[in-house]
Nanobody
């Protein structure tokens, strides 16, 4: 069992930055691929970024490439999402997720939320114009 707790959300102006953190419980953090998803009001939950458990490779949705950076610190059981040059369309609840699925499976599934094993409760990011 893994418990995930997000923090770092808040209100920021267009062009600003925020860093989200996700603290995981348990001693097997390094064995999970970690991901960030977001859900805006009235929209489906969408994949944002992931960092692979074994290689540390990273994946991003096109809309955040060059602006967001995902990273993990296995010693601290924490995954981060550094968000720069924020836009109003980045406004959403951001969720941390953990999965034991293989990278190949996740890529074929286009990082579907259905393949995540554990979820945090989310943290709200609001970008004001």
């Amino acid at each position: 069992q893994v418990q995930l707790v997000e923090s770092g959300g808040g209100l920021v102006q267009v062009g600003g930055s925020l860093r989200l953190s996700c603290l995981a419980s348990g001693r097997t953090f390094s064995s999970y691929t970690m991901a960030w998803f977001r859900q805006a009001p009235g929209k489906e939950r969408e994949f944002v970024a992931a960092v692979v458990r074994s290689t540390g490779g990273t994946y991003y949705v096109d809309s955040v490439k060059g602006r967001f950076t995902i990273s993990r610190d296995n010693a601290k059981n924490t995954v981060y999402l550094q968000m720069n040059s924020l836009k109003p369309e980045d406004t959403a609840v951001y969720y941390c997720a953990a999965t034991s699925a293989s990278t190949a499976t996740l890529i074929r599934a286009a990082w579907s939320p259905e393949y995540m094993d554990y979820w945090g409760k989310g943290t709200l990011v609001t970008v004001s114009s």
